[in-house]
Nanobody, 117 residues
Framework: HVQLVESGGGSVQAGGSLNLSCVPSGYTNCMGWFRQAPGKERRAVAYVDLTDRPTYSAFVKGRFTIARDNAKNAVYLQMNSLQPDDTGTYSC???????????????WGQGTQVTVS
């Protein structure tokens, strides 16, 4: 079983930026981020596999950037121009497989809160 250790998140004013990071304890291929807003279903935000070709959901395209450090097998989510609608719990997700649409998840992080006011 692979554990995903997340860091980052917090509170920021609208228009601000935050960076999330996720480091797995073992091998992963597809890695990404999901978010769950209060009272809503969890949705994929962005994901990328070892081809380094990212996939973004329409609601973050142009504002968020996902990147991975293959040496560390870590994935990062740079979030710019944050808006109150971006508020939610952001969870790192991973799989040992290549990314697909929708992303198939084998492992979940514990989640980190992002609040935009």
């Amino acid at each position: 079983h692979v554990q995903l250790v997340e860091s980052g998140g917090g509170s920021v004013q609208a228009g601000g930026s935050l960076n999330l990071s996720c480091v797995p304890s073992g091998y992963t291929n597809c890695m990404g981020w999901f978010r769950q807003a209060p009272g809503k279903e969890r949705r994929a935000v962005a994901y990328v596999d070892l081809t380094d070709r990212p996939t973004y959901s329409a609601f973050v395209k142009g504002r968020f950037t996902i990147a991975r450090d293959n040496a560390k097998n870590a994935v990062y989510l740079q979030m710019n121009s944050l808006q109150p609608d971006d508020t939610g719990t952001y969870s790192c997700a991973a799989s040992g497989r290549w990314c697909s649409q929708p992303m198939k998840v084998d492992y979940w992080g514990q989640g980190t809160q992002v609040t935009v006011s």
